[in-house]
């Protein structure tokens, strides 16, 4: 078409000078100069169900596809273990006396739960589009996420021609969009074929321009290999020019000048219809032109994003691909702008993964699924002993709280199978979870000693209701919400725990430390015992919850008479003989020293507990256990337990040593899409595993070490490191209702902006420097901290 030309080149400088010019305006993107061959290298896209990974190969794309409910395994009503009851009082006074030996193995044949048909989360199919490229070699490849767009996108040229190919997953529209386009017409041709990988599937033609797979979620190694979801995911092209057809089980394009393809996909979870969904969601996205669809989709998703903005300095270091400025840091360069980048991108994920409207929370892998995490012998499911908490640290305080939904929800729905699990196992009101739970409303412990029996597993992540309403001071959520589930949570540790004869103090038991062991006096193994550290600081916040709760909304008296007086029977936070927090209520040495599990120290962080003001022998007790298992050459490092010390450290108000482990999660637990891994080696991973946790952890501990809000206190800078002497965050969220701007030169404070929400008292504190203001809502206060 030799007359369109000029024009057709005029466009295309002024669309590249644009597209340079937001290259250099925002920061916010993941990119690379070649393709993803492993899962790790690939880019997620997602919309709260849908989750895609993007490979981005110039002649065959692999859209990796997930949704969050694609789940195998079962309900059941078979997981509690029913000899429970009649035999608790005998194996708690066995550990009474100290006869650990003895009452371990019958933890085992009569505390565990039941594995049944408990399933595991798994990968749904494969979208593979092969292309046919006119002849010529390939170059300017780019392939980037920009997660500021929530938009991943592959550029290249053959033997001249541009080729572009742009892939998200609307929430608005809840199917991906794929767009692909090229500056020449007539040469965008592929066949696309769906691929159930493990799965049994089945590829059909719905029409001349619609495929679908249908599936059934089913495995043997976490399940009975007959139960799961059936899942149906079709896929619509919709080409400018051209020729669309199915032949057999593929779709075929040929000289088209632009295609749109549609994805849908649902599972059977919750008794839908997924063929008839599928069908519904692509007829009303394809009354929408592309152009529309991309809008929607990108005004949804920069509501939520565009709410912090971070700056922390060395912006320039945004022009070098990721993977470059990975290995750059892991030669010792200094790069702050990637903290500040991995920073953004765990809200990314959080806003990818968890919506409002999800089904589900996010499991292990998020909404993404690498078919490793599930078959290993964790499962990828719900682990409430670090895993799941992590996941949802940066909802609040990172100003996503609409995203913490999904996760407040299901813990909503075990309330029901948790009363049951109380009745039966303890004979005890209330509502109880140990370690894990999945789609299917798992309660009951875990199936293994060390790690199965852990009560405390629901008040733990029951905890995101209080924390909820402590940012947003939302006083309806907490009485029509969070008190019920943390009341009938306290009404259960109420009636099950038990008065230590020697001590006369209450205790949970027999209960793990995850996942810890440890030696007594007389050189006895065990891992259960009554009374670990870490339930006392779980059933100590809740009972604070209950108390608060019922004081601010003015009800239950009796009830908060109670919980005070059982909450003043608990155990004291106690200091070992190494000077060490210690880890369970008799000062065991434990049996794993290098273990990555250090559960007692939730007292610092996310509970407030030990803090460095308030309880200072405490505080330093904490460092000297976390200094303990850092200290060994061969230290537990994975995701989660590096992610921990960045909070850890960020409480104790060591900048330095928190950015220490910030580059350490960087350089050790993340891998060139940024993602974080569960390391080979360790855990008995054979692979580095993807887990999702470091990166919503790491993105809470950023955030930490910026803005603090527990001890009725908003702590500006609490934990600066040298590494970023000037920078600026906007918008974090601090407890009481507030949102709070800080800018900062030289190491120093120079302003900070505190807007009130809800109109209650704050005192701020800079250093050792404090201020106490009294702001009504919508008023806004700045503060140089002098
Ligand atoms: C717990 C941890 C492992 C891993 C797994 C999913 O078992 O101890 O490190 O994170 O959960």
């Given at each position: 078409m030799p007359t369109s030309r000029p024009s057709f080149y005029c466009v295309c400088i002024i669309l590249f000078l644009s597209l340079g010019a937001a290259v250099q305006a925002t920061p916010w993107r993941l990119w690379y100069e070649q393709p993803a061959v492993r899962w790790l290298e690939a880019l997620p896209v997602g919309n709260g169900r849908l989750g895609a990974m993007v490979?981005?190969?110039?002649t065959q794309e692999r859209l990796a596809l997930n949704e969050s409910t694609v789940w195998s395994g079962a309900p059941s009503s078979?997981?509690?273990?029913?000899t429970a009851r009649e035999n608790l009082a005998r194996i708690r006074q066995l550990f009474f006396e100290g006869r650990y030996t003895e009452a371990q193995p019958l933890c085992g044949k009569h505390l565990l739960g039941r594995r049944d048909s408990y399933g595991t989360h798994l990968p749904m199919a494969d979208l593979q589009l092969a292309f046919e490229h006119p002849p010529g070699t390939v170059d300017d490849y780019r392939r980037e996420l920009d997660i500021a767009q929530g938009v991943a996108r592959v550029t290249y040229s053959v033997g001249g021609v541009h080729f572009t190919r742009e892939v998200f997953a609307s929430n608005p529209d809840n199917v991906f969009v794929m767009r692909l386009t090229c500056d020449?017409?007539?040469?965008?041709s592929f066949s696309a074929t769906l691929d159930g990988g493990d799965l049994p599937a089945k590829v059909r033609a719905i029409d001349t321009r619609t495929l679908a797979i249908r599936g059934d979620a089913r495995?043997?190694?976490?399940?009975?290999?007959?139960t799961g979801v059936t899942f149906e995911s079709w896929v619509r092209v919709i080409a400018e020019e051209g020729r669309v057809q199915t032949v057999a089980d593929r779709l075929k394009v040929d000289g088209a000048n632009a295609v749109t393809i549609l994805i849908a996909a649902h599972t059977t979870?919750?008794?839908?219809?997924p063929a008839a969904l599928c069908a519904a969601q692509l007829d009303a996205a394809l009354r929408k032109p592309f152009s529309e669809l991309r809008q929607r989709h990108c005004a949804d998703h920069r509501a939520l994003f565009d709410r912090v903005a971070i700056d922390l300095g060395?912006?320039?270091?945004?022009?070098?691909?990721t993977d470059q400025r990975l290995a750059a840091l892991h030669a010792g360069a200094s790069d702050p702008q990637l903290a500040a980048l991995f920073f953004q991108y765990g809200r990314y994920l959080l806003i990818a993964g968890s919506?409002?409207?999800?089904?589900l929370p996010t499991n292990l892998q998020g909404i993404w699924n690498d078919n490793l995490a599930c078959n290993m012998?964790?499962?990828c499911d719900f682990h409430l002993d670090i895993n799941m908490e992590q996941n949802y640290w940066p909802a609040e305080m990172c100003n996503l709280?609409?995203?913490?939904e999904p996760l407040l929800r299901l813990v909503e729905s075990l309330r029901e199978p948790g009363r049951r699990t109380a009745r039966v196992?303890?004979?005890?009101k209330g509502w109880v979870c140990h370690v894990f739970t999945n789609a299917w409303g798992y309660t009951a412990?875990?199936?293994?000693?060390?790690?199965?029996?852990?009560?405390t597993g629901g008040i733990w992540i029951a905890s995101d209701f209080w924390e909820r309403y402590r940012f947003t001071g939302d006083k309806d959520f907490l009485a029509e919400r969070a008190y019920p589930v943390l009341r009938e949570a306290a009404e259960f540790f109420l009636e099950y725990m038990v008065e230590?004869?020697?001590?006369?103090w209450l205790v949970t038991g027999?209960?793990?430390?995850?996942?810890n062991a440890f030696f007594t006096a007389d050189g006895q193994r065990c891992s259960e015992s009554m009374g670990p550290t870490c339930d006392r600081v779980l059933v100590y916040d809740l009972f604070t919850a209950c108390i608060e709760a019922t004081e601010i909304l003015g009800i239950d008296g009796e009830f908060r008479a109670t919980v005070r007086a059982a909450r003043e029977r608990l155990a004291p936070l106690q200091i070992g003989k190494h000077g060490q927090l210690q880890e369970?209520?008799?000062?065991f040495d434990e049996a794993?020293?290098?273990?990555?599990?250090?559960?007692?120290?939730i007292a610092l962080h996310p509970s407030e507990?030990?803090?460095?003001?308030?309880?200072p022998e405490l505080a330093r007790a904490a460092r000297v256990a976390i200094e303990r298992r850092t200290g060994q050459?061969?230290?537990?490092?994975?995701e989660w337990s590096r992610a921990n010390l960045i909070n850890f450290y960020a409480r104790l108000e060591e900048g330095d040593e928190a950015h220490t482990h910030l580059l350490g999660l960087l350089r050790e637990d993340s891998d060139t899409n940024l993602l974080t891994f569960s390391r080979a080696?360790?855990?008995?991973?054979q692979h580095n595993i993807f887990s999702i946790d470091g990166n919503y952890a790491g993105t809470a501990g950023i955030a930490e070490m910026l803005l603090q809000s527990h001890s009725n206190e908003i702590s500006l800078l609490p934990a600066l490191p040298a590494g970023w002497p000037s920078g600026a965050v906007r918008g974090l969220r601090a407890r009481g209702g507030f949102e709070v701007d800080i800018e900062w030169d030289n190491g120093k404070l120079t302003m900070a902006t505190i807007r009130s929400l809800r109109g209650q008292p704050c005192r701020i504190r800079y250093g050792e420097a404090t201020l106490n203001a009294s702001l009504s809502a919508n008023k806004t206060l700045q503060w140089d901290g002098r």
């Open positions: 490979f981005g190969e110039v078979r997981h509690d273990n029913p020449e017409p007539s040469l965008v495995e043997k190694k976490h399940s009975d290999g007959d979870f919750r008794d839908h219809d060395g912006a320039e270091a945004a022009r070098h691909p919506r409002e409207d999800s089904p012998p964790w499962t709280s609409e995203c913490h196992m303890y004979g005890a412990p875990g199936w293994g000693l060390g790690w199965g029996i852990h009560p230590h004869p020697k001590y006369g027999p209960a793990v430390s995850p996942e369970w209520l008799e000062d794993v020293p290098n273990h990555r599990h250090t559960t007692h120290l507990q030990i803090t460095l003001r308030g309880t050459a061969n230290w537990e490092d994975v080696g360790i855990a008995g991973a």
